[in-house]
């Protein structure tokens, strides 16, 4: 059950779509293949099969959980570096430490946020604290990467601490779907998240058979990921379960629909919904490096290599800590080569995290 509730939902301002509004067309829907991240953590890949060009201007999401750890199960991710964008990271259920070399950090949960700058370059650890990892529990939540524009790129890395308590909270017109506005602004009301690229960022609760109608930027792409529950999409109620992802394309309001009846482990629907202004720029993406070219990519590993993002605070050392810089790139894949896109083309493939 997502930390983030009301007992009164009435009492929340609600949000109307403007008479006369055009909803969004579906352009597709996908489903999300399943994998493992860092030392062993369960992820949906939310993003995988869609053109970067109708994401833009996010690179990637991973849903992590949803899973009961029992007690000596609960996994993170070792040091590893990134460059060139921001990484979000959202927890619905469950606890997690962050830890940077620039000096941010902290641990969050339960509808809490972590919103890391990369920017020109930081090496970071997201990890269960260790009580959590003797007793073990629900972990549940998503880290999402937004890109940066050239200009933004070499910025100095910052973090974000944002609290369950500070996201704002709607209701749906219908009164049936609680909606929280972690970044951006939604009809006039604004999530505590500064963001260097224009986006909006929400996560939504619809009761069964209840209806969000969603007004949203005309210039801002449209995703809709489904992380719990059944319910459609779009004014046709194209038909939509957990581990979906809905492109929406061209209109003024977004359109979700829960179904009448729910399984009884998941009795709402969850969504995440989120657009952004695209950057519309040539994308270089290799690992855990998203650069505009290849160049620059290759640039970003051998300043890694020779200690240019800086160097891991010191700490005592775990047993399963990598040895070496080799095992960290790791955590994001083997690369083999540099995937790029341009304006002109926006075609694109890339690297899993």
């Not at 939902?9 to 055009?22: C, D, E, K, Y």
């Amino acid at each position: 059950m997502p930390a983030v509730t009301v007992s009164d939902i009435t009492v929340l301002p609600r949000v109307i779509a403007p008479m006369g509004a055009r909803a969004r067309r579906i352009k597709s829907v996908t489903t999300a293949p399943q994998g493992y991240e860092g030392e062993g953590f369960p992820v949906r890949r939310a993003f995988a099969g869609v053109d970067l060009a109708d994401l833009d201007p996010f690179i990637h999401l991973d849903q992590m959980g949803e899973v009961e750890y029992a007690p000596g199960e609960p996994k993170g991710t070792p040091w590893h570096p990134h460059r060139g964008f921001e990484t979000v990271t959202y927890i619905i259920d469950g606890i997690f430490d962050h830890k940077d070399n620039h000096g941010g950090g902290g641990t969050i949960t339960n509808g809490d946020t972590q919103w890391m700058t990369a920017g020109a370059g930081i090496l970071h650890i997201e990890t269960p604290p260790e009580h959590l990892v003797m007793s073990g529990g629900l972990f549940h939540g998503f880290q999402l990467w937004v890109n940066l524009p050239a200009a933004k790129k070499w910025s100095k890395p910052a973090y974000q601490d944002l609290r369950a308590r500070d996201v704002a909270l709607l209701s749906s017109e219908d009164g049936g779907a609680l909606i929280r506005v972690i970044a951006g602004e939604v009809a006039g009301h604004f999530g505590p998240g500064s963001t260097q690229t224009p986006i909006t960022l929400v996560h939504a609760t619809l009761q069964p058979g209840a209806e969000l109608r969603l007004p949203w930027k005309h210039d801002y792409n449209a995703l809709v990921y489904t992380l719990a529950g059944r319910g459609s999409v779009g004014e046709l109620h194209q038909p939509v379960k957990m581990g979906q992802l809905s492109v929406m394309t061209d209109g003024d309001v977004l359109v979700m629909k829960a179904d009448e009846t729910q399984e009884s482990r998941s009795p709402e629907m969850e969504i995440l919904i989120l657009g952004g202004q695209p950057i519309q720029e040539s994308v270089a993406w290799m690992g855990p490096f998203v650069m505009n070219t290849k160049a620059e990519v290759l640039q970003a590993f051998e300043d890694f290599q020779k200690g240019r993002l800086g160097t891991i605070p010191v700490e005592k050392p775990r047993n399963d800590s990598p040895s070496d810089s080799r095992e960290i790139l790791d955590v994001h894949g083997a690369p083999t080569s540099v995937i790029e896109s341009t304006e002109e083309k926006r075609e694109v493939s890339w690297f899993p995290n």
